[in-house]
């Protein structure tokens, strides 16, 4: 499984790199409303959180 720590500069690249790659991983501030409605847009969906960042995921099937 291929994995990336994506920083997110436009849901363009997110959802180019989904399509190409087996895993997506991301850290958002929690704070970052633009770049969270980036990542749902891209069907990444969250999995963890702490006091400062949103963990978020999207796995591709194979």
């Known amino acids: 499984m291929i994995a990336f720590l994506v920083k997110v500069f436009s849901s363009a690249l997110v959802i180019g790199l989904v399509t190409e790659v087996t895993a997506v991983l991301a850290m958002m501030e929690s704070t970052n409303q633009a770049s969270i409605r980036v990542l749902e847009k891209a069907g990444l969906i969250q999995v963890g959180s702490d006091d400062h ?4 995921e ?3 099937s194979v």
């Open 53 to 56: 960042f949103i963990m978020w």
């Open 58 to 60: 999207r796995m591709k």
